[in-house]
């Protein structure tokens, strides 16, 4: 897909003012966000820190309480169809049909996007290779493990070659081996210049992978930008800590301590 | 040990109280207990003045023990206590765990509720001191019988039950358990005049009166006459096989906690054909056709869509049985009766996007095209539904030797489907529901409210009100024209106006979902149990 001059000059997300809350609990206050173009965005925080709500209000698929979001300019509740042309989702839950077989799940996401039938098998192919899916492809995927489930998400959100993909912790669950597959995959789509948003607990792997990086706490963003500006040539996980804040000095657990003998 | 069992019973009884759903759940449970348990005891001190009281005794124990053993295993997952999984890493001996297990089964409304029914027979059937303290036996070790039974068929399943084909089963017999008492009804209007109902009775009692599950009925029938060495010595059977079951229970436990889960099957038979089937290749390779062929693998593979299609079968064979058990000689226009093979699809038309539930995020963010997914859902249960009352018709037709309608019958079936249809896809959309979780049959979701189900019901009658000018226009013109003339003119204007209702219905959904897709997809996606 080619841009054109006007959606250009966008970044390839923007986020103005997100507000959701579940009846009396905020789960995501006014958060606003720019994702550059062809960047690698890690949204990491702690367990119930508005990460996934956020997600899926970015991708269409929850109604905000306030506030905007464009992708590539176009807004995604003023013009779901243009914005979600352009997007490839993984969500957190993997809710899938799961009395299809993992190559017809492929087949079901591409006509579901109207792709012409040739080019879905082709791609389909090539992803459950490199994904490792081969062998299982013609299996239902309520039998899938739930690594299995990801990679074929995984595979579904890429089958339409989308310019910005939301992954909701991609490496939860995934052997050593796959995820190497994976990163490669990923790191293959944002060199095409492709852009990449996704959250994680895992600061090792952000650490890694991101280029830039959004700390969320309570709802809000305490922290966006470039990650090496972030780390100040410390860990990730030291400057998350300041962010976010130690828990209290504790005593230690003095009976699990055993004598040698 | 035992103590700990028991209260962490109790503690789960009160914890699923105070949810919202754990409440309505108890509380349903409890009516449904009350009233088998006040019917059990009323039948047993009832029968008190009956001549046959002993045999009254017979069924209703057997029935008590028949019942234990075969809910459980379809309500598998449904009691915290009963999958020994959740215990395997605690540091138990066998004999803790089966006598933990079996004290802590012991609580709750079920087992009190037994025990109340049970106990009827002490006012039903005692005559002396001595007939007392058998009969008060008898039902002690009829419900220790019954709650042992129940965890041992449980325990030697468990491998059958934890793969996803038992659990497709249990959906599947579940359904079909839900068609039983109908036919049931059936069969004993036609066999008995309710005049010798007393004696089916005996007859049934008569045949199960040695098998294990009727021993404790009939040790208490025994004591009730005055047969007391008898009632002895079927006591001392109850205990030995509840010593059995005790036996059979641990060693299966053992096995339950130490084997692995099935794997997944990775490689299936047959041909991969696609998503879709090469019988259905005309379907357009796009959305529509997507959302379709979907939708038809799904009947064929999804147990809750199979089990309305085999309630299609059923119940027109139970309307021809019935027109049958009622006149030998049967009017040519019974063929129409296969048209009431389309009803029970009437139910699967009302929350169509519920059957996809939290799955229905794939559709949603692979753009806004609602009017696509209703045309490729209609598409999927025309293709299923109307053939299958096609062969109920034949059928029909077959019987009735009323080949001479099976046209009109053939070609009513898709303009009723389309009035259904019409009717379904807005309340679809206007009245979503999240479907229970396919892991557990018996599991209740929070949202499915009276609202739906009064919303469900709402639009049951309108379907009525819609078709019921054709069932007049039918009537009328069969009644006043040559069948042949009766059948052409039926045939169009049913199908223009079904067609037309489907129409108005489908584009009413399609545009006020548009903007609420995000909206929907909440409704159908069943809470996370919390």
Known sequence: ?261 | MVGTFVRLKFRLLRNGLTLRQGATLFALGLIGATFLAVTGFSILAGSRTSEEAPEVAIVVFGIATLGWAIFPVLGFGTDETLDPQRLATLPLTRRQLVTGVFAASLVGVAPLATLVALSGALVGLTHSVVSFVLIAAAVVLSLLLCVVASRTIVAVMVPILRSRRGRDFTILAMTLLALTPPLLELFATRHTDGSDFQETVVEIADRVRYTPFAWGGAAAANASRGQYASAVLLLVAVAASIGLLCWIWSRSLERALTTADPPATGATRGRMSGLIPPSLRFLPHNRIGAVAAKDIRYFSRDPRRRAPLIGAMIVPAVALFASFSRNTEQPPATTLLGLIAVLPAAGLTLNQFGLDGAALWSSVSAGNDPRADLIGKNLASLLVMVPLAGVSAVICAAFSDGWAYLPLTLGLAPAIFGVLLGVGDVVSVRAPYAMPDRRSPLAYNPGQGCASMLAGLGALAVQGVLIFPIVVLTAALVAAQPLAVATVIVLVLANVYGAFIWVCGRNIAARDIWWRLPELLDAVSPRQAG
Request: hydrophobic share 50%.
């Open chain 1, 1 to 261: 897909m080619t841009l054109t001059d006007a959606a250009a000059a966008w970044p390839a997300l923007t986020v103005r003012g997100l507000v959701k809350s579940y009846g009396p609990k905020l789960a995501v206050a006014d958060v606003s966000l720019d994702v550059p173009r062809g960047s690698f965005f890690g949204i990491v925080g702690p367990n119930g820190a508005g990460k996934t709500t956020t997600l899926r209000m970015a991708t269409g698929l929850l109604r905000p309480d306030r506030g905007q979001v464009w992708v590539d300019g176009v807004d995604v509740w003023a013009d779901p169809i243009a914005a979600k042309e352009r997007i490839g989702v993984l969500p957190e839950d993997l809710a899938l049909f799961e009395r299809l077989r993992g190559r017809e799940l492929l087949e079901f996401h591409g006509l579901l996007r109207n792709m012409d039938p040739a080019v879905i098998a082709t791609r389909s192919a090539q992803l459950l290779d490199l994904l490792g899916l081969t062998e299982a492809a013609d299996a239902l995927v309520v039998d899938y493990s739930h690594g299995m489930r990801k990679k074929l998400v995984l595979a579904a959100a890429l089958l339409h070659a989308p310019r910005l993909l939301f992954l909701d912790e991609p490496f939860e669950a995934i052997d050593p081996v796959s995820a190497r597959a994976i990163r490669a995959l990923l790191e293959d789509f944002t060199g095409a210049n492709g852009t990449i948003v996704f959250s994680s607990h895992v600061m090792e792997l952000v650490e890694r992978m991101c280029d830039h990086v959004a700390v969320m706490v309570q709802g809000r963003i305490a922290w966006a930008g470039p990650i090496d500006v972030l780390r100040a040539g410390g860990s990730l996980e030291d400057a998350f800590v300041a962010l976010v804040g130690e828990p209290a000095e504790r005593e230690g657990l003095s009976w699990l301590e055993r004598s040698s003998d």
